[in-house]
């Protein structure tokens, strides 16, 4: 089945960018999202993209997307605490199967 | 903005016992879903539904049940619930298939 692989922790000092990565085994991908969780929440959506896109930006995010090696990376420019949280990437495919495919989610740790 | 609320935000419940988590969303949605969210395991979704008493099983849905009665409600059931199923259950919905998801704040349930 599909699989989506993240690493489990990044941690960065504020002010600087954070990058954090996504590959994915679904060649059928349509969409591509990236989803924040804040401790005890839910995931709150960040941004998606579209798979005939490589790259989309948002404010301080930025997605970009190597459809060629199943690639996403998320940009956050200029990292402050409260980006502290684990982010998932997730894709959802053209199978017909409406529900996304879960990366295990990256903690970002942010130092003052 | 979308709202999705699910009932409670933590539940204590005993082995044996007949468990419901409700959910509900604001935003006529046609597609409602069911996840369960264990440490590094990510996101597995157990049940979804794509209109009013429709359903189809996710990855993990055994132990589980799904009622849809209306449109805005989506309801899991564990029939006999057991030590295993603690975990966080996170509901979502989506206007239509590949629109982003949109998430509650997750219900973290213990079985004793």
């Known amino acids: 089945g599909e699989d989506v692989e993240q690493s489990l922790f990044l941690s960065v000092r504020e002010g600087d960018s954070s990058v954090i990565n996504c590959t994915y085994t679904?060649?059928?991908?349509?969409?591509l999202y990236w989803y924040k969780q804040e401790p005890g929440a839910g995931l709150q959506l960040l941004t998606y993209?579209?798979?005939?896109?490589d790259m989309k930006q948002d404010q301080r995010l930025t997605v970009l997307l190597n459809k060629k090696d199943k690639h996403l990376s998320l940009r956050i420019a200029d990292t402050q605490t409260g980006d502290s949280a684990i982010y998932f990437c997730?894709?959802?495919?053209?199978?017909?199967?409406?529900?996304?495919?879960f990366g295990s989610g990256t903690r970002l740790q942010v130092q003052p | 903005d979308v709202k999705v609320t699910q009932s409670s935000r933590y539940l204590v419940k005993r082995t044996g016992e007949k468990v419901f988590l409700e959910c509900v969303q604001d935003m006529d949605h046609e597609n409602m879903f069911w996840y369960r969210q264990d440490p590094g395991l990510g996101l597995r979704l157990i049940y979804f539904s794509y209109d009013v008493k429709m359903k189809e099983k996710g990855d993990i849905p055994e132990g589980y049940s799904v009622s849809r009665e209306k449109k805005e409600r989506f309801s899991l059931i564990l029939e006999s619930a057991s030590t295993n199923q603690t975990s966080m259950y996170l509901c979502?919905?989506?206007?239509?298939?590949?629109?982003?998801?949109?998430f509650g704040d997750g219900t973290r349930l213990s079985i004793l």
């Open positions: 979502a919905s989506s206007f239509r298939e590949n629109q982003p998801q949109h």
């Open positions: 679904d060649s059928s991908s349509t969409y």
């Open positions: 997730a894709e959802m495919g053209d199978t017909g199967r409406r529900a996304l495919t």
């Open positions: 993209i579209f798979s005939n896109m």
